[in-house]
C-alpha cells in the first residue's frame, strides 16, 4: 500500500489493488492445508472455495432488511434455518415440531440474542440474571455486559471440566431468565450435562439456551458414525433455544449462524420493530438491520453442494484427525490431554516444570502449526487448544514429528522468565491504575506497539536486545515473532487485570493508516 492508504487522490487500477490485497495477505496465517487449528474451518474440498465465491457475489448487493423486496434471501434463510432444525432434532414428527429460527452474522451475535429474548420476555423484572458455567463462551458475558443483564457464573469440576447440576441448580434465582449449557464448550471441547440442566431449568420455569455454535454441526454426524455423543438438542426436553454457527463445521465463509428457539412464542421478543418516527418502519429479526446477502447465498450453496453424505464423510475425516492427533500428544513425554477428545477438540496440557506451553506453541509456530494458548483459570491450567477440521487429516503424520521436535525445543530453551521489574510492576497494579505510559511501558517491553527495532523477543525467555526483527502490521505496528512472554504475563497477573492489559495492547496495534 502506498502513502495514499485506502483513499487515493486518483483511482488505482483494479488488478493492483488486487495485488495490494494479496500482498497483505501474504502476512496472515494460512486458512486452508490443515496448519492452522483455530479461526477457520477448511474441509479441504476441492472447488468449495470457488462455488462460495460465486454464490457470495451473486448476492452481495442483496440486501437483508426487507425480506419483500428480495424473497431469494427469504427463501435461503427459511431454507438453513429448516436445515439446521431438521439437523438438531426439530420439526414435523419430532420432539419440537413448531421450531423457528433466525440467520445472524454469527455465534456471538447468536448468543446476544438468545440472551435479549429471555430479557425482553420478562419485562416484570428489574434486574434479569443468567445462569452460565464458567466454560461457557466469552460471548454470554458480552451480551450480560450489553444488555445490562447480571451475569452468575457457574465453576466446572477440574477434573470433568463440566459444571454439576446441583451448582446450577443452586445459581437460579427468582430474577433468573436463562441457563445456559454448551455442546461442546469451545475451551476443552466437553459436552455440558444438558439433558439434567435443562431439567432444572424446566423445574424453576426457565428458559434454557445450548450454546452448539461449536458442535451443533458436527456433533449429528458423529453420532451418525457410532460416536457416543449424549443428547444436547431440541430432543432434550426443556431445552428452548439453539444457536449453530454455519461458518465453523458446515463449512459456509464467515458470517452466518443460526440461531433457533422451540416455537414462534419464544423467539418473539428476540424481534425489534419501531415505528415512532417519519421514517419506515423499521423491524429486525437480529441486531444488523442492512445484512448483505452474500453469506447467507454462501451458505445456502454450500449445504446444497455438500449434502448429508459430504457432512457425513467430512466428520469421519475429522474423526480419525482428532484420533491420531491425541495419539501425537499422548506420544510426547510431559504433555497430557486435558480431557479425552469427544468432539472436534484435542486441548492438551503440560506436568512438567521444564516444558513450557507458551514456548511450545512459539516453537510449533516456527515449524508452521499454529495452535492456540489458553491462559490458566480457576484452578485449570493452561493449556494449547487445537480445533480439528476435515483439512488436518492429511497432516496428522507429519504433526506428531513435529511436536515432539518443538517440545524437544522448548525444554532445550527453558521456560519463559519474567524480568523481576516487570512482574513487580505487574503484581502491584489494578485496571484501574493503568495509564498511558504504564501501558506503553509493559507494551515495549513485550514487543507490542514500539519500534520493530526493539520490540522483538531474542528466544522466549527475556525481551530481545535493540536491532531485532519483528513482523510489522499494515497499521505499522510491530507484532513479536514470539509471544510466550506476552502469555506467560498475561498467565501472571489476576483476570480483570489480563482483560484490561489485553485491551489496551490491542488498542495500540489497531491505528489509523494515515
Known sequence: ??????????????????????????????????????????????????????????SAHVNGLDPTAFPSLLAMENALVGAAARLLGGGPGTNAPDVVGSVT????????????????????????????????????????????????????????????????????????????????????????????????????GIRCHVDACFGGWTLPWLRRLG?????????????????????????????????????????????????DWPGYTMVNPVIASTRSGGPIAAAYATLRHLGE??????????????????????????????????????????????????????????????????LAYAGLPASVHLTVTAAVAPRVADFAPALADAAAAARAAGPVVLPAELLALAGSLTPEALTPELVAGLAAGLGLGADPAASTTDGPGSPAPAGGTGATTPAGGPLPDRTAVVNALLDAVPVRLRERLLAEFVGLLQRPTW
Open 309 to 374: 453424505d459430504g457432512y457425513l464423510r467430512l466428520a469421519a475425516l475429522t474423526r480419525e484427525a482428532v484420533s491420531g492427533l491425541a495419539d501425537a500428544v499422548r506420544a510426547v513425554d510431559g504433555l497430557r490431554l486435558l480431557a479425552e477428545p469427544e468432539s472436534t477438540v484435542v486441548c492438551f496440557t503440560s506436568d512438567d516444570p521444564g516444558l513450557d506451553l507458551f514456548v511450545l506453541v512459539d516453537e510449533l509456530t516456527a515449524r508452521g502449526w499454529h495452535t492456540q494458548p489458553q
Open 105 to 204: 452474522g454469527g455465534g456471538t451475535e447468536s448468543l446476544i440474542l438468545a440472551v435479549k429474548a429471555a430479557r425482553d420476555a420478562r419485562p416484570d423484572l428489574a434486574e434479569p440474571r443468567i445462569v452460565v458455567p464458567v466454560s461457557g463462551h466469552a460471548a454470554f458475558a458480552k451480551a450480560a455486559h450489553y444488555l445490562r443483564v447480571a451475569l452468575d457464573p457457574v465453576p466446572v469440576d477440574p477434573a470433568t471440566l463440566r459444571p454439576a447440576v446441583a451448582d446450577v441448580a443452586a445459581a437460579i434465582r427468582p430474577e433468573t431468565v436463562l441457563v445456559a449449557c454448551s455442546a461442546p464448550a469451545y475451551a476443552h471441547g466437553v459436552v455440558d450435562p444438558v439433558t439434567e440442566i435443562a431439567a432444572v431449568a424446566a423445574a424453576a
Open 1 to 58: 500500500m502506498d502513502d495514499e492508504g485506502a483513499l487515493p487522490g486518483e483511482g488505482v487500477p483494479a488488478a493492483r489493488v488486487l495485488d495490494e490485497i494479496r500482498a497483505l495477505r501474504a502476512a496472515d496465517r494460512p486458512t486452508h492445508g490443515g496448519r492452522l487449528f483455530a479461526y477457520v474451518y477448511d474441509p479441504g474440498v476441492a472447488g468449495l472455495d470457488e462455488l462460495a465465491r460465486a454464490a457470495y457475489g451473486e
Open 227 to 275: 460416536a457416543p455423543v449424549p443428547p444436547f438438542d431440541f430432543a432434550v426436553d426443556g431445552v428452548t433455544s439453539i444457536s449453530v454457527d454455519l461458518h465453523k463445521y458446515a463449512y459456509a465463509p464467515k458470517g452466518v449462524s443460526v440461531l433457533l428457539h422451540r416455537d414462534a412464542g419464544l423467539r418473539a421478543p428476540q424481534y425489534f420493530a419501531y415505528a
